[in-house]
């Protein structure tokens, strides 16, 4: 583990040569939740609800799903997918480590780095929006939320390496990619509340990885779920961690096995 | 300005050639496209459900308002974008020299060395889109109402490849500018709203600063409501200083250029 400890203190350090990016990439996560919320707040004139949401819930689901992202979120099958692409796997496999402990560390490092970075930012919509927002009590519920933001991120990344890992069989996997995430901004709560879809589409998210990375922290946070539900929720979470590990490890192994590495 | 055409000509018939030859890439890359634009409609399928009208336009206003976003973006999506964010890593490489040894101006060359045809969804989701709505509208539109929302698209496309360029300009001064391109990217997303949905200081922003505005709600209103000549007149200026802006900031930024590592 010391090994990938050194490798996420020097990924922290390349990360603040590129500051003003960071930034960008920044307002570039912030800005589709700004268009959301603009959007919800004009649909909200003269109503006290939206299909159990109120105002300050909605701006709190939008403001927190973007904060969220560093904690839950991050870019891990481009950079796989890059380098199975273009044959710099076979650099990481002569290593003594885990290229997929590699991708996922840099990017932890690339996270740490925008979050801080991201900070002003976020304080200064917080104190826009600071009487629009609901705060966290600490109480069990909080305990559920942050054990659910853990468990999201891992169901993420292996969501994530999952995409990555499949550029060992399509060369451009920029299209599976962009495809994966029209599926999941829909189904992973992160376009609108998985409440405000279609039943058939909310009834489905339950049996779904989706809804197991953005949508169940945020539905916990705001207490939207009943006991029954949390505990079916968790249930279905683990069970997809395993079964993606599974798929991970599989993907992983098989691929290596093909692997051409072009122009290497 | 001559050579703009045969130039435009060139590059249209390679790209081509690169989309046949990656047909199942080019297949996945227009459905691809397709679905973003599907859950853009998504998204206000679902405000809907919830809500008659947002900032005075009802659904089938907003459609209308979305398929002219998408129709305005179309041509410099297709033409441009690809070519002009091709620029960054052409200069980080130090292959910016082909581009400025080919017997045609520079900017002309980066605008449209980068033809996608995978874009050619949003012409025709858009079209699609408005001719829905209208129908749906019912509207009635006479002859001189299409000339103006016409005009007004050519302004509109006229100032994002304008925003566009000034955006790639800055390749000659930053290393990295994915992350700028994709903010521009986000930033030009909020042009697919009423103007009314924004707040006094945002709208005055919004239309004079960064004119997100023109881009699909002022021609929209041409059809939906009425747009009054000054505001014609005020898009034309507008679109000719960006026009004129970016070509200077171009020329500017190509002082920078200093052909590294090649």
Known sequence: MKKYWVLFKVSLTRGLEYRLSNLLWVLVGILPAVFAATVWLSAFAGKTEIQGYNRAELTTYYFLSTLLWYFVGGEFSGRLSEWIRLGVLVRHLTKPLNPLFEVVFQEQAWKVNSFFLSLPVYFLVFGLLRTDLILAKLDFNLFLFLSAVFLSGLVFILLEIIIGLLSFWISNSSNLNALYWVIFSLLGGILVPLRFLPAVLTNLSWFLPFRYTFSLPLELYLRKLSGGEILFAFLVQTFWLVLLFILVKSLYKNGLRIYEAYGQ | ?262
């Open chain 2, 1 to 262: 300005m001559n050579k703009l055409l045969p130039t435009l000509v060139v590059y249209l018939k390679l790209n081509l050639k690169i989309a046949v030859e990656y047909r199942s890439d080019f297949a996945l890359g227009f459905v691809r496209h397709t679905l973003e634009l599907v859950l853009a409609v998504v998204f206000l399928k679902v405000i809907y459900q919830n809500t008659q009208r947002l900032s005075g336009y009802n659904e089938n206003e907003l459609l209308f308002l979305y398929g002219t976003f998408f129709l305005a973006k179309s041509f410099v999506k297709i033409f441009c974008e690809h070519g002009l964010v091709r620029v960054s890593r052409l200069v980080r490489e130090g292959k910016f020299d082909f581009v400025l040894v080919k017997p045609v101006d520079a900017q002309i060359v980066a605008s449209f060395m980068g033809v996608d045809f995978r874009d050619l969804s949003k012409i025709f989701f858009g079209l699609y889109l408005m001719v829905y709505s209208l129908k749906a509208l019912n509207l009635e539109v006479g002859l001189l109402t299409w000339l103006t929302f016409t005009f007004l698209i050519v302004l509109s496309t006229t100032i994002y490849y304008s925003l566009y360029l000034i955006v790639a300009t800055f390749s000659f001064w930053l290393t990295e500018t994915r992350s700028l391109e994709s903010f521009f990217s986000e930033l030009i997303e909020l042009g697919k709203l009423p103007r009314s949905v924004w707040p006094a200081g945002a709208r005055f922003f919004l239309t004079y600063f960064l004119p997100l505005v023109f881009l699909a709600a002022v021609p929209a209103e041409a059809i939906l409501r009425q747009v009054s000549w000054p505001t014609v007149v005020g898009a034309l200026l507008l679109s000719l200083f960006f026009l004129y802006f970016s070509r200077r900031f171009w020329l500017f930024g190509l002082r920078f250029y200093t052909s590294a590592s090649s």
